[in-house]
Each structure stands twice: as C-alpha cells, then as structure tokens.
C-alpha cells in the first residue's frame, strides 16, 4: 500500500480517511465519525484531516449549530485522486493476496464479525 500511495503523496490513514469521507456520498462528518469505522484507531485524526485540507482533498466547515464542531467532506480533487488510486490499489492487494473466493468470502465474514 505504501509504494501505490507514494506517488499521491498520501499515507495510508489519509488514504483511509477519504475512502471513509467517499463512503458517506457527501454526507458531512466530523473526526469522532470516522475515528468511529476507522479500523485503526488513530487518535491524530483531527491533524491527518488538516494535512488532507492543506492538499485541497477534503473540505471543512463549522457546524451551524454547534461552532465547536467542524464537518468535513471530501472534495472533487479527493475524489479524482481516489479513482486514480483505486485501480492500482486493487491491483496490489490482488497480487499480494492470491486468495481464493472462498478464502475471501470467509475473511470478509471474519472483518464483519470483528467489526460488530
């Protein structure tokens, strides 16, 4: 993952910070959201999300009804470097994994039951 993110300049909790950001489909959030689906627990989050706004991958803006809160979202230029991404990332993860589909599909199964 390292190598396909290093010519995006991102690190992999920015990386996993869009992806979550892409998932809402637009829906804002703040950093307790995704630290909530994050599978590692970055307690930086706020500071990995300022890094992603300095790259103009990501906005924010306060929350209306609570100005101590700031939601974030991703932007066009996030979304265009994840589509660049994607294809090579799945490509790695392919070529690392050599899984079978039932191998996947009892992995996929193992991530949920983790998840809950």
Do not use: H, W
């Not at 929350?63 to 090579?88: A, F, Y």
């Not at 392919?94 to 009892?106: S, V």
Request: aromatic share 2%.
């Amino acid at each position: 993952m390292v190598e396909v993110l290093k010519p995006f300049d991102l690190t992999q909790p920015q990386y996993n910070i869009l992806r979550i950001l892409r998932g809402r489909k637009g829906e804002l959030c703040n950093c307790g959201d995704i630290k909530k689906v994050m599978i590692d627990k970055n307690p930086d989050v706020t500071r990995i999300c300022d890094k992603l706004k300095d790259k103009d991958l990501i906005t924010r803006q306060l929350n209306k009804n609570n100005r101590r809160e700031v939601l974030l979202s991703i932007n066009k230029n996030g979304l265009n470097i994840l589509k660049k991404i994607d294809p090579q990332m799945d490509a790695a993860i392919l070529e690392m994994a050599k899984i079978n589909d039932k191998d996947l599909e009892m992995l996929s199964a193992l991530l949920d039951s983790m998840r809950a």
